[in-house]
């Protein structure tokens, strides 16, 4: 009789094992003819070689599920497990159309047009520009991409970063010590992670440096290998800053520049650098570059509303100018 031991690992034992061990139940009775004990973070299994080894395959994607959707129901125990051969048990998997599970096995997808146009982007290039105005899901949807990518393996770390620009008040004024003063500049991006991952598998992350949240100005120096890296608000990067961070892109990196080009907190001396590389790069290949518009905002109606009427005051005030201007 054949013996292996099956470690489990990146997931709970207690979501996987289900309320008084009802999933694992489940499992031993796919599977009469192997003895099947779990201890903990361990599952020893003992039979037929051939049997035990489909098991096994099975059983590590179940785990796999697990990790997507944060956790597994009873169907997912039959899909997995009586799948007819691998082909159906990734279709059975696989969702197109969700880029992760989020806590509680929330599907997040991309909703819009261009949301969609990022993701296919993101897929094929190396290198993504999505600009565009407030609530249109840019952060969101590059956060969702970044997470899919750590739990597929594809790269082996996360890094996020932005700008520490000050809008209309001063870090010097803020309690505590850096790390606090910078925290705020970042929440957006904690607040996209703690809807993608597990509190507790998040601060793990956190801990061993797999995800990375940092201002813009710690990447100077660096290279970036085998990472998702992401830069919000870019046009609160000053020419340097943004030309700084394009070239920190290392071996098998996945770069993602989301931006809004209406709202720059620089001092009015600085220009930002994102206009700037939006001209420079247009026709670089390897480069795309998505612009979401009033359609995208997944927000409150009202930001749609808010968004245009800015737009129209804003086409007022240059006409008064001009007729200004011309009067003089």
């Not at 192997?34 to 903990?40: C, D, M, N, P, V």
């Not at 020893?44 to 096994?56: L, N, Q, R, S, T």
């Not at 048990?89 to 990022?118: C, H, W, Y």
């Not at 000050?166 to 870090?171: N, R, W």
């Amino acid at each position: 009789m054949a013996e292996q031991i099956l470690q489990i690992e990146n997931v709970d034992p207690k979501d996987l094992y289900g309320p008084n061990d009802k999933y694992l139940d489940k499992v031993k009775a796919l599977f009469p003819k192997l003895k099947i004990i779990a201890r903990g973070d361990f599952i020893k299994v003992m039979g037929d070689e051939e049997e035990m080894e489909y098991f096994i395959n099975r059983f590590e994607m179940l785990i796999v599920q697990l990790e997507r959707k944060g956790k597994i129901e009873e169907r997912d125990i039959e899909d997995v497990m009586k799948a007819n051969s691998d082909l159906e048990l990734q279709q059975k998997m696989s969702e197109s159309d969700v880029l992760v599970f989020g806590r509680g096995g929330m599907p997040i997808r991309a909703i819009t047009v261009n949301q969609k146009r990022m993701v296919t982007a993101s897929e094929h290039k190396d290198l993504v520009f999505a600009i565009g105005p407030a609530g249109t899901g840019k952060t969101y949807t590059a956060v969702a991409l970044a997470v899919r990518a750590l739990k597929a393996k594809q790269v082996r770390r996360i890094i996020l970063t932005r700008p520490a620009v000050e809008a209309d008040e001063h870090l010097g004024f803020l309690p505590g010590d850096l790390k606090d003063k910078l925290d705020p500049y970042l929440q957006p991006l904690y607040d996209a992670l703690r809807d993608m991952l597990p509190s507790a598998k998040l601060e793990g992350f956190m801990e061993d440096h797999t995800i990375e949240i940092a201002p813009l100005a710690f990447m100077r120096g660096r290279t970036l290998d085998h990472a998702f890296v992401i830069l919000d608000e870019a046009q609160n990067a000053t020419r340097s800053q943004l030309k700084m961070f394009l070239t920190r892109m290392g071996r098998s990196a996945k770069f993602i520049v989301t931006g809004d080009i209406t709202q720059i907190d620089l001092p009015p001396h600085v220009p930002s650098g994102l206009p700037q590389a939006m001209e420079v790069l247009r026709d670089v290949k390897g480069i795309e570059f998505i612009m979401l518009d009033d359609k995208d905002v997944v927000r409150h109606k009202l930001v749609t509303d808010i968004i245009n009427a800015y737009k129209k005051h804003i086409i007022i005030e240059e006409n008064n100018d001009n007729v200004i201007a011309s009067e003089t």
